[in-house]
């Protein structure tokens, strides 16, 4: 009897143990799953190269601009990180360097919200520069407290549109001298929550984080579509992305980010696209052959989506070009 009692309780104790081992392997073959469904599409051509091409690429110091900086460079692009903060960039693109065995990779200071510093970096990169491939209006805020630029617009639409649009215009000419070029927006699907106030554009009146952020990432999409336009007759293309869910340093303002932080990995791992994955759509819409041509679109999980309703009000559009160049005192401004 003893040796039966023995018998049945390792029996119990193996099936125990199986049954613990199969929700383990059960629960891990699920969060593995919802690891690679957040992490979205991935562009997997990495033998395209991009030797001498020149990119400009805002907010290149941190995040998705890291991420877009080191694949760039991977594929012999000559880039320019163009950044707030000089010494976190300085370390970002030694580490570029390092991974890359790309030596032209370069530290140039940008504050978008401030047009004297948009204005200076373009005057030093047309010096150094007689073309430019690519630009990536990749830099951002979000969900911020309610700040000023230096010429006085809400943050989020001074740095996230206005001082990409003006960015942006300041380079056209050497776009098209560089044809074919591409100009990569980065803007989000908050669009889909903005809408353009005319009245108030810096949200004097009332101001509302999420609204602030939506109206500056609409604009930043009716921007491409109306720059897109503008340049049909050209060979230099504009198209606006969504990185999706990313889990990066510009979310520090958000509870969220805190919340991040306070549970570990787990929620980064598992629920959030890692800033490489959010990348991805930056660096198709920037190197793809077959895209080389298109403009005016709208990329996310690196493949075309449609834009919110209100991003195709011409009227609208319209309007905010004309807003821009007078805000940016670019009012004879010919594209």
């Known amino acids: ?114 047009f004297e510093s948009i204005r200076s970096f373009v005057n030093t990169f047309l010096d150094e520069e007689t073309r430019l491939d690519v630009l990536i209006n990749n830099a951002g805020v979000f969900f911020a407290p309610y700040l000023l630029t230096k010429e006085g617009h809400e943050m989020h639409f001074g740095v996230n549109y206005l001082g990409h649009f003006l960015l942006t215009q300041l380079l056209l000419d050497t776009l098209k001298k560089s044809e074919p070029s591409r100009i990569v927006n980065v803007s989000s699907y908050f669009h889909q929550f903005g809408h353009i106030n005319k009245n108030d554009l810096d949200s004097r009146q009332t101001y509302d984080r999420t609204q602030a952020y939506s109206q500056s990432k609409l604009a930043l999409i009716m921007f491409t579509r109306y720059l897109a336009h503008q340049l049909r007759c050209s060979r230099v293309t504009v198209n606006a992305v969504n990185p999706g869910s990313v889990l990066t340093n510009i979310t520090r303002h958000m509870r969220i980010h805190r919340l991040a932080h306070a549970v570990g990995p787990i929620l980064s791992t598992f629920f ?16 793809e052959p077959k895209i080389e041509f298109i403009s005016g679109k709208y990329y996310s999980d690196v493949k075309e989506e449609e834009v919110a309703p209100q991003a195709k009000d011409e009227q609208t559009s319209e309007w905010l070009w004309s807003e821009s160049l007078r805000l940016t005192e670019l009012w004879d401004r010919n594209v």
């Open 272 to 287: 959030i696209k890692t800033p490489r994955s959010g990348a991805q759509t930056s660096i198709k819409v920037a190197v």
């Open 1 to 114: 009897m003893g040796l039966d009692f023995l018998s049945y309780v390792n029996a119990e104790v193996w099936i125990i143990f199986g049954a613990a081992l199969a929700t383990f392997l059960l629960l891990f073959v699920i969060l593995y799953n919802i690891r690679q469904f957040a992490q979205g599409g991935q562009y997997r051509k990495s033998h395209i190269r991009m030797d001498g091409k020149v990119v400009i690429i805002t907010g290149a110091s941190s995040g998705i601009g890291y991420e877009t900086a080191l694949d760039l460079a991977r594929r012999g692009a000559k880039i320019y990180m163009a950044c707030r903060n000089y010494e976190k960039a300085e370390i970002a693109r030694l580490e570029i360097v390092r991974k890359t065995d790309n030596s032209n990779i370069f530290n140039r200071t940008l504050d978008l919200a401030s």
